[in-house]
């Protein structure tokens, strides 16, 4: 059973806050909260089972690592019969935006599953970096802004599409890597830094976005500022 305080977590943010050594930082965020970080049966196929099976070197410690936190229920697996969603999602989540003619592809099964997943299971919180998943639960309207400058053409909306597919996210909301080592640093989780803790916690800010959080730099320095005023 799914717990109050739930947060569904993608598999590229665990993998890059792992890669960091930033594991322990789940525990202390479920102590000090009462937040449960949960994964479903794929994410743990590709952070965990698939490396290990296959004996990938390059990233065998970081799946271990994983490993460790799923033994000790840090990271719990939950699981739902979401297959009949998750492709009814796709289909309408990747029918929204038309540019000149054609639909955009925005969503991927893996990201899609977590959707289905949080809404078949009523949880409201996921731990997502990638910026088009969480622009189009969040923020759809700037999304559609974004592409038109990236794509340099009109982007047309299926409404019927659009209405539908936030039914399912509309009480959702994503968290990034970023915010939640923002969440750890006021919890007490730089104090070993001693007087670097400011130094540490930008460091751990600029290392999330190289590993792929999508967080521009001045977003990063405006908070910094936030975390370490007085």
């Not at 297959?83 to 540019?99: P, R, W």
């Not at 998943?133 to 923020?139: N, V």
């Amino acid at each position: 059973m799914v717990k109050e305080k739930a947060v569904l977590c993608d598999s590229s943010v665990l993998i890059s806050l792992m890669d960091s050594c930033f594991g322990d930082m789940f525990s202390l965020i479920e102590k000090k909260t009462g937040v449960y970080f949960y994964i479903t049966p794929g994410v743990k196929l590709e952070i965990v089972s698939h490396p290990l099976s296959i004996q990938m070197k390059a990233y065998e410690l970081s799946a271990l690592r994983m490993k460790a936190l799923i033994d000790k229920n840090v990271l719990e697996e939950i699981n739902a019969d979401t297959e009949e969603l998750t492709k009814k999602l796709m289909q309408i989540g990747n029918n929204i935006f038309y540019a000149r003619g054609k639909p955009i592809h925005l969503i991927d099964l893996g990201e899609t599953d977590i959707i289905a997943t949080a809404s078949l299971l009523n949880i409201k919180t996921l731990l997502i970096d990638e910026r088009t998943t969480r622009m189009l639960i969040e923020a759809p309207f700037q999304l559609k802004a974004h592409l038109e400058d990236e794509l340099r053409t009109s982007v047309y909306v299926n409404q019927e599409n659009f209405r539908e597919f936030q039914k399912f996210v509309e009480d959702m909301h994503v968290i990034r890597s970023v915010e939640l080592l923002g969440i750890a640093y006021k919890l007490g989780y730089f104090e070993s830094f001693g007087k670097d803790k400011k130094k540490a916690i930008e460091a751990a800010l600029y290392k999330a976005k190289y590993s792929g959080s999508a967080v521009r730099f001045d977003e990063i320095e405006a908070y910094v500022k936030l975390l370490t005023k007085a």
